[in-house]
Structures are given as C-alpha cells and as structure tokens.
C-alpha cells in the first residue's frame, strides 16, 4: 500500500516531467533552429513514447 502511494505520488511525476517537459523544451529549442531537424524529431519520438510508458504504468497501478 505505502509502496503504491510512494509510486503514484513521487516516481510518475518526477518520471513525466523527466520524459515529459524537458524534451518539449529541447524540441522548441530545436525548433528555433539551435539544434538540427533530425535531433528534434528523434527527441520528439523519445518524449512520445516517455509519456506513454508514464501512462501505461499510471493505468496499470489504478
């Protein structure tokens, strides 16, 4: 039970703001033309697929 609640509470949201908000930042740094195309799109399919597996662990705690 305490185990669960640490993880809905602490490790999901460190997780998608890690997986989350930061690529999104590198990707609108990306997208003002610091960094090249191919290094946003590869960023913007690592934060896809970050924040499905954060979704996925979510529903599968509930």
């Not at 998608?16 to 946003?40: E, K, N, R, T």
């Not at 896809?48 to 529903?59: E, I, Y």
């Amino acid at each position: 039970m305490l185990k669960r609640c640490l993880w809905n509470w602490i490790v999901i949201p460190i997780g998608a703001i890690g997986l989350g908000f930061l690529p999104l930042l590198v990707v609108s740094l990306a997208d003002l033309g610091v960094m090249s195309f191919f290094f946003s799109y590869w960023i913007f399919w690592l934060t896809t697929l970050g924040l499905m597996v954060v979704t996925v662990l979510f529903l599968s705690d509930l």
